[in-house]
Every structure is written in structure tokens, then in C-alpha cells.
């Protein structure tokens, strides 16, 4: 009996293996693929042998922070690293309180307010974007970073949904239980739910701190100054020639975010210590 | 004062309103010199900075930098300083200007410019002051005209003509070629004087190593393409590219234009479908994969850098890559077409081919504060020394007939073509922008139909072609039109 | 209401002069904001809301032209800060009905004898029992201006001429509801509108359903007992999902086009190179805009349910085991409902992105008109066709309208789906 059991998950480590490699595989071929041409001597993506470059060199790295005089990516790096802190911070702490809210209050507006939110997200962003231009010139906005990390953290909250979702999940006996002992509302968000939200806080600060790295179209209508501009627009403005500068640009965006994902990612398995809250 | 002026003009358009429609014409004739005579005084302003817009290769080989050094040494008196705008070089001033965040001087093509002109976003100029003038030929200030109010005004400076340029390499060519290839003996290729010969050619290379090609150029570009059309009497507006109720793509004989372009397809792979060529043909025609191919003349320097790598991994040095790619890389204008449009026929009538072109200039936005010191940054920049530099750096085909004239060779042939009309500028109206993805629509059609198997495809003559076209003519009406 | 009427003049005095009746009851802090708020109001109004509000009806009188010097009106700013006008009024009622009614409530207390509440109470009530509006004031206003006015703007664009040849300085009228009067008359548009929003339903099902079920299957196979260096398999999905979209895009499409590798294998092996993406190629197209869709949306949707996974109650888990159920049984009857239940939202929020998903086809591609379509190809997606229409064609109000159309159409749709749903009816079940 107890011999067939462990053949048994013998054969279930196996396919969850081979699985596992397969997946793996799926999803590092075309990273490795888009790595290894930001290496490519020739620059070229045509002079390749199949799938990868001749010959490799750094060369086009070098020449990414190096030769800055028409494209500054170092410049666009940081200014791109600014407003991905600036929005991941600040929206991360919105939204997570929004949906804080929206799980634990009764109030009269809640329902109604969760079924405009998730109209609104039905609406064609780019149809406002003519908008939220001229709301901008308007306030003066224009060509600051911070005009964009305020646009990027205003609009975090409206995806609270999902973080919703997990507060749901999250005994409202934790709560009651504080609240006998006199702590308020805003205590036992800070002290009792927070701490075991640590999940959904990474996984929020990720998104809204990737966000910026890739969208174009809004630091594209704000920012007018080239030395202003944001890795995604930066990389949009290159020459259609600098095939190799566009590479290299774009894989080093990913290096922030896989250094967050590995400092965070601790906190996103053992958010709440197996079965200690309900105990 | 300025604004004085322009008060009291509001006020006599006023009154000529009330006096009725007789007197109208002729103030409006008094009125025609006025907008440029009171914007453009005369009077420099002084201690101003000039943000100026330039292309992104003009500032990458340093020529912006030789141009506001100069520029600025000699307004130094004046307080005037031209700066780089640093702003990305496709900018749309209409969006950007009215709210401040644009340049006072804007480097572009001519269909670019125009369309801030019909808003306008950019002023009249009085170029009629400038050193530039009478160089330049009617065809290119024409490009920059506009037709307000019942008068004409003029409203940028043209700098540089861009038009395709044929793009081949000497060493690639067949070494007998000068027994074999050139049956009028002018020392001049017959497949790079015409399209017969290279259809001919590219077939022979084709067939002698089917790695290899003669002319390629991917179908789907309407820039490239289009000019075969207007070859054989194809247009695209009617009226002097100003009546979108006429679309002239089929006009005349364009199918004959249609089925030559089939006919290169033909001897190329299917690379020519989608956009691969027209990024992979620096790196194939430095590897000698290509014989031949379109590009415009800005992309020179590119051509040329991929062809010195390539000599310098064959094993050559430095000096001698580059001397051997400056022999080897020639760029010249188009080759001639048959009259018939058949490529296979011997001996054929040959036409001259036209291209889809357009003229680079400078223009001055509307939302400047000091249009006098800009005016003088245009004249400067368009003076016969600059321009001068200007063909150095940048291998550009000058508008001014006196650097022309003097560089020879190309520039004069583009500068001849433009006169001639061979080059078809680009309208300058914005619905110019409603052609391109119909036109790529049809051209992809085009060049997937030569890699079609032979009872799949689409246009097996030329009335096929021509029901294509109009195909095409209709798609661009409808959305030009449908919605008005 | 009847509570006002019956009330004292204090009470009818803060309905002139916001605060005023909460001052005469001696709450000092409460009347000088509300007063603050009056007198910040009618500054505004007078500085710019007023002429803000007029120039929402007029949408602009004199046409500006740069060349005589003439300043003129821009008319979809006007519109803009018309819109925004009215929502500080909006505002301005709300607070001022709200400082009728406290003024009530105090006069009510005072009556009977107790002492109105305290500012630092209804400080601390903030903190507590009514921390939801702390909490909700920043987040709504930032909404407000940045995704409703917007909206707004949209909305009311779609009953104006603003497009084509008339943009600024040109100036915009209202032109009632002219543009969709043109939509539905216009023949063509209705067998294009009907195809695409045939494949754009398909196309979010299929991609909802596959991201979210390989994102899903993911994050438990991850998550199984028996995977060592979980942090390590997760990080390759995350290294996906490190790369921004537009530029898998772009690779992804360089990688299926005629002169890329995938191609340049098949021509190795001697056969003819296929058309991918190219204008015959429509279903194959579609497939393969689901798949690079799957392969782009799957790592976030594996984050998200990893961190819904480590919020299970372990103690359930426990009593199955007990009670002898099979790692089958548990994963049914347990992890499934709850998953199913905590992610809904997540199903949602996939459903509405990939409904809008523009970049996907647009990047993969753009660029081609097809036969039986107007002015879209086969793969275009509602918004793609939108972006064509408004901004490639400058239609800007018609595509407002039509906006408006597939706004109300799929907000219907997902609404009816969003009210049934367990997370929004029973947001209690797992408590």
C-alpha cells in the first residue's frame, strides 16, 4: 500500500516536472530570443542563423549608455524609473484602500459605486486621451514627470476589483475581534489586515510598477522634451535603423522589474502562515 | 504696434463686409500682402532663444550643430540664439503649439507642413525676401502654397528634395556587362537605365543561384509604389492634388503601372509581401543577397555603413572597406519603363518613371514669439553655404539650383526630375493621410498574388488590375467621404 | 426637507451663508470650512466658472486665426472646462445640501437638550465608523477628474461636428444627434459593425477563458507539494511579463513575418514560407493573436491567483485529509470554489482587456483594409476599428458615437454578468 502510493506520486513529480518544463520553456525561448539579438555583433536582426545571431558582442550595450547625445536612454531610464516608483507607491496605496473599503464598509453608495467602476473600465481609453491632454495644458502639466505619476495613481484605484476579491477572502472575525478589544477602523486596516494582505500588495505594486515601463501613449501626449521622455516612448522615437539600440533598450527595461519581483516575491507565498489566523 | 495693426485690419474687414460684395475683391488684394507684412516687420527681436525642430539624422551627423553654431556667432549682436527644440521630429504642431509646448522653427516635408497651413499654424512667410528665392524652382515653392481667402501665400522654405533613388552595387553586376549590358554604350548598366534590362537580370540571378536576387523592394510601401502608377497617367487627386472627389489611382493607363510592379514581384520571394525588405535590405545588399533597391536618399549613410562592415568581415581594413563601398555603392535616379508596360518585351519605347516625392523645408509656427529673428534663422539656414554643408553631411539633393548646379550628378537629376515633374509631390491637404492603408491594402494584394498558385489568383490581366485599382480608388472615397 | 422648513432662522441662515448656523451653535471649526468652501466657490465661479459655463452652450464665438493676431475661442478646451464647471457646481450642491443637513442635526441636538457633536469626534468618526469616505474621498476625485470628465467629454463630443476638417481653430457646434443618425443610415456600416462585434465577442471569451485557465492551472502546479524551487519556475513567466507588451509585440510579429526565423526554418527545409499574418491569412491571424494574447496575460494572472492560493484556510484542507479525500476531491470540491469565487473579478477584469484589447492586432497587424469590411481588416477588434476611424481618419465625433453604442451594448453585458456573479451577490461566502 504504502510502496503504490509513493509510485504514485513518483509518476504525479514527473508530468508536474515535465509540465513545469515545458511551460518554462514556452515562456523563456522568446525572452532568451529577444536577449540574446540585443547581443547581436551585426545589429542586424536579418544576418541571424535561424533563430540567433553570428557572433555576439556588448558593443550595442556600450553604445546604448554611452552614445547619448540623440538618445539619452540612461536619462530616459531613470526618468521612467521616477514615475514607476512615484505611481507604484502612491497608486498601490490607493487602490489597496479602495478595496480595503469597498470589502469591509456598508454604505449606501458601495453597490452603485462598484457597478460604475466596472462600467467605466468598459470605455475605449484612447477616446478620453484628447481629455486628459487638455486637462492637462490646462493645469499646467505638461512636460512633468509627476503630471504622469498623479495621471497613473488616479487611475490605479479603478482597478481595485481584483483586490477586492481577496479582502473578501479575509475573515471579517479578525476584524470584529479587534474591534472588541477598541481598536478603530483605520487601526485595524494598519495593524490586523495589512499585514495579511502582503499578497495583493506585491502583486499590485508589480503591475503598477511595470505599467509605466510599457505604456507610450500617455508620457507620449505629456512629455514634450526628449530628455523628459520615458523608456517606451524613447525606444518608439528611435530611427527604424537602430534595430540594435531598440533591442538592448528593451531588454534592460525588464531588469527592474525582475529585481522587484525577486525582492517581493517572499512576501507573495507566505502572506498569511498556513492556517495561524483561523486557527 | 503689431497688435494695432491687426485690430485696425479686423476693422476694415468689417466694413468692407458691410459695404457689400463689390468692393470685396479689391480689398481683399490690399489685404493679401498684409498678414506677412505685419507679422514679418522687419525688426529683429531682440535677446531671443529660437527653439528649432530639426530632423533626428541632421542632428545625429552634427550638421544641426554646425548650422545654430553658426548661426549663432553671426546673430551674437542681436542677442538671438537658436537652440535645438528637443522634441521629438514628428511633432504635431496643431496639437501642441496653441497650448505653447511647440518649436518656433520646424524642419519637415511639405504634405507635413501644409496641413499645419490650412489651421494656420504656421505663417505666411515674405520669402520673396530671402537669399534663397529666386534659386529655388516654381515646383518647389508651389508645394508650399496655400490658397486662402482667394489669395495665395507661401509658407515654407524649401530645402531638400526627397524622391526613391535607385540603390544597386557595381561589383554585383555581371562581368561582361560592358559587352553584354550596355547596348547604347554610354558606360551606364542597361539593367540600372531600365526596368526591362533589370527584370531580365533579376531573372538570370534568380535562376543561376536561387539564393540570390536581383531588384527587391517590399510592394506594400505606397511611397515606392505609387510612382509606377503615376507613370502611365495615374495621379492621386484631381485639380493639382487639391480635389478629393477625383482619386487617380486607376486614371489613365496605372494598370500598365500595376502589372510592371507584378512583373518584379515575380522574380522576387516572398519577402516582398510584408514589410521584411524594406528593413532587411541594408543588411542583403551589403551581403550581396540583393542586386538592387529603392530607398530615398537619407538612407545613404546607412546603405554605406552596412557595405563597409561587410568588406571589413571579408578581411579588409578600415580605409579600404570604405573606399571600396563609396566605388560600389552607387544610388541613382530610377531606370525607364516600357511604354507597353510589358518587361519582356525586346526593344521596348521607354517612358520616363515618375516617383512619389516631396519637398523638405522649413516653416515658422504661429505660436512664436519672435517671427522676425526666426525668418532670419530660415534665411540663414537656406543660404548657399549651409546648403552646401548641408549636401556634405547629409547627402541631401538641394533645392537651390545654384548648389545643384554645382554639385552635379544627382542632386541635378533630382533637381531636373522636380522641374520636370517627374517628381509627384505629395498633396498637401490633410486628407492625403486616407491613402496609405488603402493603397498598402492593395499593393500587399499585389505582391501576394505573384505567390498565389495559379488558379487562386486575383489579377490575371489588366482589366483585373484595373478593377483593383478602382477597388482602391473607392476604398480611399469611402473614407474620405462616407462620414463627411 | 421638512426638517428645514420647521427649523429656526440659524438653520435658514447657513442656507444663504454656508456654516453660518453651525457657528451660532458654536461648532467654530465646521462653520469656517463650510464657509471657506462657499466663499472658495463663488471665487471660482466668478473667476472662470461662470464663462466656463457659457462657453460650454456656445462651444466658442470668435474663430481664432494666428495670422491677424486674432486670440479667438478653442472650443473643445471650452467644451472640457464647461464639463469640469459642472461638476464643481455638482459638488458645490452636494456640499452645501450637506451643510443644511448637519446644521439640522445639530439645531435637532441642541433641542433636545444634548451638546452638538465635536470637531475632533467627527474627526475620529472619520478613523472609524466612517473611515470608508478618509478613504474613498482621494481615490473618487481622482476618478472624477481623470477618468469621468474624460468620459464625459466623449460622450458629449458624439453630439457635435468636431472632427474632420473641423478641429481647432475651426470652431465645434452642437449638432443634436446627427452622427448617429448618419451610423444608422449608412449601409455600410452595419454588416462591418455586425462582423467585427461577432469576432470581438469570440475573441474575449476565447482569450478570457484561456489566459485565465492557463494562469490559473499554473499558479496550483506551481503550487503543488511536490515542486522544489518554485521561485525559480515562477521567475520565467515573470521574466515575460518583465518585457512591456508593445515590444513582445513587435518581436512576435518580426518572428512570424516571411523574412523571420520561423520562416526562415521552413524555407530551410525547402518548402514554401507561410503568410502568417499576412492579408489571406485570417484565421491563422486570429489563432495566432490568441496565442501571443495567452502567452502575454498569463504571468500576471499566475501572480495574482498565487497570492490568492497562499490566502486559503489550511485548516479545511486539514479536515479533508482527515475525512480521507482525495487530492482530486479537494482540489473540486475546495480550492476550486474558492478560486472561482476570489477571482471572478480577475475573469471580469481579463474579460473587459481583451474586449478592449488594442494593441495585440494593431501591432500584429495594422495597416490593411479589407473587401466586406469599412475601413478594417478581418482581425480588427471593435477599438481597433475605432482608432481607425477617430484617429487614422480623423472621424473624431462619429467615433465618439460609435463608441458610445459599443459602450452601452458591452456595459449591459457585463453588468448582467458582474450582478450575478457569486463575488458581487455573495460577497460573504468564504467569511
Redesign the interface.
Known amino acids: 500500500m504504502m510502496k503504490k502510493l509513493s509510485v504514485g506520486k513518483i509518476i504525479d513529480a514527473t508530468w508536474t516536472y515535465a509540465l513545469l518544463l515545458i511551460v518554462a520553456f514556452i515562456f523563456f525561448f522568446p525572452c532568451l530570443w529577444i536577449v540574446l539579438a540585443s547581443f547581436s555583433k551585426s545589429g542586424s536582426i536579418y544576418s541571424f542563423d535561424g533563430f540567433f545571431p553570428k557572433s555576439y558582442s556588448v558593443a550595442t550595450f556600450k553604445k546604448l549608455f554611452t552614445d547619448t547625445t540623440m538618445y539619452n536612454y540612461p536619462r530616459w531610464f531613470l526618468n521612467t524609473l521616477f514615475v514607476a516608483v512615484g505611481s507604484c507607491l502612491l497608486g498601490t496605496f490607493l487602490t489597496i484602500l479602495t478595496a480595503y473599503t469597498m470589502s469591509r464598509f456598508e454604505f449606501r453608495a458601495r453597490k452603485t459605486m462598484m457597478k460604475t467602476t466596472m462600467i467605466l473600465g468598459m470605455f475605449p481609453s484612447f477616446m478620453g486621451m484628447t481629455a486628459v491632454y487638455i486637462l492637462m495644458t490646462q493645469f499646467g502639466l505638461i512636460n512633468q514627470l509627476w503630471g504622469l505619476i498623479l495621471i497613473y495613481a488616479a487611475g490605479a484605484p479603478m482597478g481595485y476589483l481584483t483586490q477586492k476579491g481577496f479582502f473578501d477572502t479575509i475573515p471579517k472575525a479578525i476584524d470584529e475581534a479587534a474591534k472588541i478589544d477598541g481598536a478603530n477602523s483605520a487601526q485595524i486596516f494598519w495593524k490586523i489586515n495589512l499585514p495579511l494582505s502582503k499578497p495583493i500588495i506585491v502583486y499590485t505594486a508589480l503591475t503598477s510598477f511595470t505599467w509605466p515601463w510599457s505604456d507610450f501613449i500617455l508620457p507620449k501626449l505629456l512629455l514634450k522634451e526628449k530628455d523628459l521622455y520615458t523608456v517606451a516612448v524613447g525606444l518608439m522615437s528611435l530611427d527604424e535603423t537602430e534595430f540594435a539600440r531598440f533591442a538592448a533598450g528593451s531588454v534592460f527595461i525588464a531588469v527592474p522589474i525582475v529585481i522587484l519581483y525577486f525582492a517581493l516575491v517572499k512576501n507573495m507565498v507566505d502572506g498569511i502562515a498556513e492556517g495561524a489566523v483561523k486557527g | 504696434m503689431k497688435r494695432k495693426i491687426a485690430l485696425v485690419l479686423i476693422g476694415m474687414m468689417a466694413l468692407t463686409t458691410l459695404a457689400g460684395c463689390k468692393s470685396e475683391s479689391k480689398e481683399a488684394t490690399k489685404e493679401a500682402a498684409s498678414p506677412t507684412n505685419t507679422i514679418f516687420t522687419g525688426e529683429l527681436e531682440e535677446n531671443v532663444t529660437i527653439q528649432v525642430l530639426e530632423n533626428d539624422t541632421a542632428i545625429s551627423k552634427g550638421y544641426f550643430d554646425e548650422l545654430i553654431k553658426a548661426f549663432n556667432k553671426e546673430y551674437e549682436k542681436y542677442g538671438i540664439t537658436a537652440v535645438d527644440a528637443n522634441m521629438d521630429q514628428y511633432l504635431d504642431l496643431a496639437n501642441d503649439g496653441p497650448y505653447g509646448y511647440g518649436p518656433d522653427v520646424l524642419y519637415q516635408a511639405n504634405d507635413v507642413i501644409m496641413q499645419y497651413a490650412e489651421g494656420k499654424h504656421i505663417y505666411p512667410l515674405p520669402v520673396e525676401q530671402l537669399d534663397c528665392y529666386s534659386q529655388i524652382p516654381e515646383a518647389a515653392w508651389k508645394a508650399y502654397q496655400v490658397d486662402v481667402e482667394g489669395n495665395t501665400y507661401t509658407c515654407g522654405v524649401p530645402v531638400n528634395v526627397q524622391a526613391p533613388m535607385l540603390y544597386y552595387r557595381t561589383d554585383l553586376l555581371p562581368e561582361d556587362w560592358k559587352s553584354n549590358w550596355d547596348d547604347n554604350k554610354n558606360d551606364v548598366p542597361d539593367m540600372v537605365e531600365n526596368w526591362n534590362d533589370m527584370y531580365a537580370y533579376s531573372k538570370e540571378i534568380h535562376e543561376v543561384n536561387p539564393d540570390k536576387y536581383g531588384y527587391m523592394k517590399s510592394l506594400y510601401d505606397v511611397y515606392f509604389s505609387s510612382g509606377f502608377l503615376f507613370s502611365y497617367g495615374g495621379y492621386i487627386f484631381g485639380d493639382n492634388n487639391t480635389d478629393t472627389n477625383d482619386i487617380g489611382f486607376a486614371a489613365g493607363d496605372a494598370n500598365k503601372g500595376a502589372w510592371v510592379l507584378s512583373q518584379l514581384a515575380s522574380n522576387m520571394n516572398e519577402d516582398c509581401i510584408d514589410d521584411t525588405i524594406t528593413t532587411n535590405a541594408y543588411s542583403k545588399l551589403a551581403d550581396g543577397t540583393y542586386f538592387a533597391t529603392l530607398s530615398t536618399p537619407d538612407t545613404y549613410t546607412t546603405f554605406y555603413d552596412s557595405l563597409v562592415e561587410e568588406y571589413e568581415n571579408d578581411g579588409l581594413t578600415e580605409d579600404e572597406a570604405r573606399d571600396k563601398a563609396i566605388e560600389n555603392l552607387v544610388m541613382t535616379s530610377l531606370p525607364k519603363l516600357p511604354e507597353s508596360g510589358d518587361l519582356t518585351e525586346e526593344n521596348p519605347s521607354l517612358i520616363d518613371t515618375k516617383t512619389m516625392g516631396g519637398v523638405n523645408g522649413y516653416a515658422i509656427s504661429s505660436y512664436t514669439k519672435c517671427p522676425n529673428a526666426c525668418l532670419a534663422f530660415v534665411d540663414f539656414a537656406t543660404n548657399y553655404e549651409m546648403i552646401k554643408l548641408r549636401n556634405e553631411k547629409l547627402g541631401i539633393a538641394p533645392a537651390r539650383e545654384d548648389v545643384a548646379e554645382e554639385l552635379g550628378g544627382l542632386s541635378k537629376q533630382m533637381y531636373e526630375n522636380l522641374e520636370k515633374g517627374n517628381v509627384v509631390l505629395m498633396p498637401s491637404i490633410k486628407e492625403v493621410g486616407q491613402i496609405w492603408t488603402p493603397g498598402q491594402t492593395f499593393f500587399t494584394d499585389l505582391a501576394k498574388d505573384s505567390f498565389r498558385p495559379e488558379s487562386e489568383k486575383k489579377f490575371k490581366d489588366l482589366d483585373a488590375l484595373k478593377a483593383g485599382l478602382e477597388d482602391m480608388c473607392n476604398q480611399i472615397s469611402d473614407a474620405i467621404h462616407t462620414l463627411e | 426637507m421638512r426638517k428645514f422648513l420647521d427649523s429656526s432662522w440659524r438653520v435658514k441662515l447657513s442656507a444663504l451663508i454656508m456654516g453660518s448656523g453651525q457657528l451660532m451653535y458654536g461648532c467654530v471649526a465646521k462653520g469656517i470650512i463650510y464657509i471657506l468652501i462657499e466663499i472658495g466657490f463663488i471665487a471660482y465661479m466668478v473667476i472662470r466658472g461662470f464663462s466656463d459655463i457659457v462657453g460650454f452652450f456656445t462651444l466658442g464665438t470668435t474663430k ?7 486670440v479667438g475661442d ?1 472650443s ?2 471650452m467644451l ?2 464647461g464639463i ?1 464647471a459642472w461638476i464643481v457646481v455638482a459638488a458645490f450642491i452636494y456640499l452645501y445640501v450637506l451643510n443644511i443637513k448637519s446644521a439640522c442635526d445639530i439645531e435637532e441636538r441642541v433641542s433636545t437638550g444634548r451638546a452638538p457633536k465635536s470637531f475632533i469626534d467627527e474627526l ?1 468618526e472619520l ?3 466612517k ?2 469616505i ?3 474621498v ?2 473618487v476625485v ?2 472624477c ?7 464625459i ?2 460622450i458629449l463630443i458624439s453630439f457635435t461636428n468636431y472632427g ?2 473641423i ?4 470652431l465645434v457646434d452642437w449638432v443634436g444627434i446627427d452622427n448617429f443618425k ?1 451610423i444608422l443610415t ?1 449601409s ?1 456600416f452595419a454588416p462591418t459593425f455586425a462582423r467585427i462585434l461577432g469576432w470581438n465577442i469570440l475573441w474575449a471569451v476565447v482569450s478570457t477563458a484561456l489566459n485565465y485557465f492557463a494562469g490559473l492551472g ?1 499558479a496550483l ?2 503550487n ?1 507539494d ?2 522544489k524551487g ?2 525559480f ?16 509585440l513587435l ?2 510579429k ?2 512570424f ?5 520561423i ?3 521552413i524555407k ?1 527545409t525547402g518548402t ?2 507561410i ?1 502568417f ?4 491569412a485570417k484565421w491563422m491571424a486570429r489563432l495566432i493573436g490568441i496565442l501571443v494574447n495567452c ?1 502575454i496575460s498569463v ?2 494572472i499566475m ?2 491567483a ?3 492560493l ?2 486559503r ?3 479545511l484542507y ?1 479536515a479533508a485529509r482527515i475525512d480521507g479525500a482525495t487530492p482530486f476531491q479537494q482540489f473540486r470540491k475546495l480550492t476550486m470554489p ?1 478560486m472561482l ?6 475573469l ?2 481579463q474579460f ?1 482587456g481583451n ?2 484589447n ?1 494593441g495585440i492586432f494593431y501591432f500584429l497587424r495594422g ?5 466586406g469590411y ?2 478594417a481588416s478581418d482581425t480588427d477588434l ?2 481597433n476599428w ?11 465625433c ?3 458615437a460609435i ?1 458610445l453604442i ?2 452601452i451594448i ?2 449591459a453585458i ?2 448582467a454578468v ?2 450575478k456573479s457569486p ?2 451577490r455573495e ?2 461566502t ?2
Open positions: 481664432a486665426d494666428a495670422w491677424l493676431g486674432t478653442n473643445v478646451v472640457l472646462m469640469f475620529k478613523l472609524d465608523r473611515f470608508y478618509t478613504v474613498l482621494l481615490p481622482g476618478v477628474i481623470f477618468n469621468i470628465l474624460p468620459i467629454f466623449m474632420g476638417s478641429v481647432p481653430p475651426e448618419k449608412l455600410k499554473l502546479l506551481l503543488k511536490c515542486v518554485k521561485a519556475f515562477r521567475a520565467f513567466p515573470v521574466l515575460a511579463y518583465a518585457i512591456p507588451g508593445f515590444i513582445t518581436a512576435f518580426f518572428m513575418s516571411y523574412g523571420g526565423p520562416n526562415q526554418m530551410a514554401a514560407p503568410g499574418l499576412d492579408l489571406d502567452w504571468p500576471s501572480l495574482l498565487t497570492g490568492h497562499s490566502n484556510d489550511m485548516s486539514e474558492f469565487f476570489a477571482t471572478t473579478p480577475v471580469l477584469g473587459i474586449f478592449n488594442f495597416g490593411l483594409y479589407m473587401d469599412f475601413l471593435l477599438i475605432l482608432y481607425n476611424l477617430s484617429i487614422d481618419n480623423n472621424y473624431y462619429i467615433g465618439a463608441s459599443i459602450f458591452t456595459s457585463s453588468l458582474y450582478v463575488s458581487y460577497e460573504d468564504f467569511q
